[in-house]
Nanobody, 117 residues
Framework: VQLQASGGGLVQAGGSLRLSCAAS????????MGWYRQAPGKQRELVAT???????NYADSVEGRFTISRDNAKNTVDLQMNSLKPEDTAVYYCNAASTTYIDMNYWGKGTLVTVSS
């Protein structure tokens, strides 16, 4: 499974950005996609995930500001980030996983999001 992420960049606090990720390869067993992030000096943390059945899960810190969406036909997952805060600054990673086969857990290259105050 290959994950190609796009988006990210520099934005002022209160602004918006959109991240997109496209999955390709042996994805028939992938039923959950999402985004994680890692800020400098911190561990990687969950931002949001979405299943094929469009069940979503958000970190408390982004609930109400970020929206994750998925196009199952295109095998893409997007993260719309609104009302960005400086503490949202991090490298964001796309993830694709199977909830059935735990070894099927894939990561894309990170994309940097920088929010200036």
């Amino acid at each position: 499974v290959q994950l190609q992420a796009s988006g990210g960049g520099l934005v002022q606090a209160g602004g918006s950005l959109r991240l997109s990720c496209a999955a390709s390869g042996s994805i028939v067993s992938i039923n959950r996609m999402g985004w994680y992030r890692q800020a400098p000096g911190k561990q990687r943390e969950l931002v949001a995930t979405i299943t094929r059945g469009v069940y979503t899960n958000y970190a408390d810190s982004v609930e109400g500001r970020f929206t994750i969406s998925r196009d199952n036909a295109k095998n893409t997952v997007d993260l719309q980030m609104n009302s960005l805060k400086p503490e949202d600054t991090a490298v964001y990673y796309c993830n694709a996983a199977s909830t059935t086969y735990i070894d099927m857990n894939y990561w894309g290259k990170g994309t940097l999001v920088t929010v200036s105050s």
